[in-house]
């Protein structure tokens, strides 16, 4: 277990360097001895891990003191006297880096990419400078956090990355992001030590780093405020003294975090009983997690396989064959679009499939408008169909939350590039057993493929859960022995690979009369291997044309 310090900003103010309105990063510059000298109290509390002063020093946060071209100059003075205050201990020097106070496109007006580059530009000083660690802290939305873990692992792909959200108190971030779903998109996106800070005191922050560590494995981190702030006497008031923070420090340790710290009002006293609290308190271990494959929206989570219930997939956000639609969207008119994803999710859609395949037009910038204007529409998770990787760069680069790649075959040139974007931007992928030969007839041939892309899969960076297989469901109407082979190819990807499978369900009956009564029934088979319905098994299901089956599926 590890404590981290406490907070730069209300120690300053105690001390008279800082008063209202004043830029707290200039202190690095104009106050450096002060600054030094609050960490050296920090580490002589007990501290293992100290915070640079850089919380704000970002070129955005920056500009509204007039001192964006100061970035550089803070970020290399706060490395400076946090060197000299660690100088011949063993304290490692976390670089700080918190939040533009901007709301990125569509929430708010700023770019993701002035986002990216504001702290690109900070992750790379503080990283050259001499960070132990980056961490990003304090953030609250989903996109902003996406953009500064990419520039991140982009500056200094190297350093580990340390993450903490700020959750209201009803459980989520003020854009509705769960701990859950930000555990899961943060462990994707290869965060090494996810957690929480500030908004809320120990009692409520407490409870949200349990939840996450019921569903990620990553090591955790918790700050929390000493108490929900008051204005007494027009001043600030912080209720929790050092005895009482630490009075929760075991719980801290049950929740399962290992790095423990404080936030706004906590000073080096407040560590110090934090410390002798840690040194006291009993060992937890953490329950290890088989995680589940997991998709997100900004604001929900959708499990896949692992024992939870089948997941529909709406497939039917797709212009092919559709000259009405094609011509719609060429017109940038996605007024049919919106209506497709609503009447999806009304009829039962856990998982919206999206493939802008149109004629004559910029697929990727379309793909990319599309995705935002469905990512403020419904809180349904996404999946971007393409396997362009101009599509797909654009799409998962500004889609806030993870998604499902659609598809990956057997080809080796397409597998190296969908994979390293998957991993990039923590994505999963659908796997399809296709070969040169086009696809094998036999479930053992499907297995084959499949195996292949799996291995392929895990060589480049992706684990288990990031990946899911499609037996690929041909028409009965093609083979009498078509739904067999797919039964027995869902039954051997289970057994042999034990990851999630997705069917699209509704071509089983293409060219067919009856086609939900088909649909349903095979969905019966699929699922449960009828009539064991005991031995139901979780599977994933996709719909194109036929939306009346959703009625008739989800009431099996």
């Not at 462990?187 to 908004?199: M, P, T, V, W």
């Not at 569903?215 to 204005?231: E, R």
Request: aromatic share 6%.
């Amino acid at each position: 277990m590890f404590l981290l310090d406490g907070a730069m900003g209300t120690v300053l103010q105690q001390q008279g360097y800082l008063r209202p309105g004043d830029c707290p990063e200039l202190s690095n510059i104009e106050h450096p001895q002060a600054i030094e000298n609050i960490h050296r109290s920090y580490i002589k509390a007990g501290s293992d891990l100290i915070q640079t002063n850089t919380f704000g020093a970002n070129r955005i946060k920056l500009s509204e003191y007039g001192c964006a071209d100061k970035v550089k100059e803070i970020c290399r003075a706060a490395m400076f006297n946090a060197k000299k205050a660690v100088d011949g201990t063993n304290t490692k020097i976390l670089g700080d880096m918190g939040p533009t106070g901007k709301f990125i496109t569509p929430l708010g007006d700023t770019d993701f990419e002035d986002v990216y580059q504001a702290y690109y530009e900070q992750a790379s000083i503080l990283a050259e400078s001499g960070a132990d660690i980056l961490l990003i802290q304090t953030i609250i939305d989903i996109q902003e956090m996406r953009a500064a873990i990419l520039a991140v692992k982009d500056a200094a792909p190297s350093i580990p990355i340390m993450c903490e959200f700020s959750f209201s108190e009803d459980g989520r971030t003020i854009t509705g992001t769960t701990p859950e779903a930000a555990a899961v998109l943060l462990e994707s996106l290869g965060a090494s030590i996810i957690g929480a800070n500030c908004s809320l005191g120990p009692d409520k922050l407490i409870p949200l780093i349990t939840r996450m560590s019921d569903v990620s494995n990553l090591p955790l981190v918790i700050q929390p405020n000493a108490g929900l702030p008051k204005l007494i006497d027009g001043k600030t008031v912080f209720p929790l003294r050092p005895n009482d923070m630490a009075e929760y420090v075991q719980a801290m340790v049950n929740s399962g975090a290992t790095y423990i710290g404080g936030c706004c009002g906590t000073s080096p006293e407040h560590l110090a009983a934090m410390k002798q609290a840690l040194d006291r308190a009993v060992p937890y271990k953490r329950k290890t997690i088989t995680p589940p494959t997991a998709l997100t929206s900004r604001t929900s989570i959708v499990y896949i396989g692992g024992g939870h219930p089948p997941v529909i997939i709406g497939e039917r956000i797709n212009p092919t064959g559709r000259k009405a639609l094609q011509k719609d969207l060429q017109e940038q008119n996605f007024v049919p679009i919106k209506t497709e994803a609503l009447n999806q999710v009304k009829a039962g859609a856990h998982l919206l499939d999206i493939n802008m395949g149109v004629p004559d037009v910029d697929q990727a910038a379309l793909m990319e408008n599309v995705v935002k204007e469905l990512s403020m529409l419904v809180d349904t998770p996404l999946i971007i169909d393409s396997t362009s990787p101009a599509v797909l760069e654009k799409a998962l680069r500004i889609y806030p939350g993870r998604t499902l790649i659609n598809s990956v075959n057997a080809d080796s040139s397409q597998m190296s590039a969908i994979f390293s974007i998957a991993k990039k931007y923590g994505a999963a992928v659908l796997c399809l057993p296709i070969g040169p030969k086009g696809i094998p007839e036999s479930a053992a041939g499907r297995l084959a493929l499949i195996k292949k892309i799996y291995k392929a899969a895990l060589q480049t960076g992706l684990r288990h859960e990031d990946l899911l297989a499609d037996p690929l469901v041909l028409t009965a109407a093609s083979s009498t022995n078509a739904p067999k082979e797919t039964l027995q190819t869902l039954r051997t990807y289970k057994e042999t690979l034990k990851i999630p499978t997705v069917m699209g369900l509704s071509n089983i009956s293409f060219g067919l009369p009856g086609r939900s009564g088909l649909n349903a029934n095979f969905f019966s088979y699929g699922t449960g291997f009828w009539p064991q319905r005991s031995n139901y098994e979780s599977i994933t299901v996709r719909f194109n044309r036929c939306l009346c089956s959703f009625s008739s599926i989800t009431r099996l």
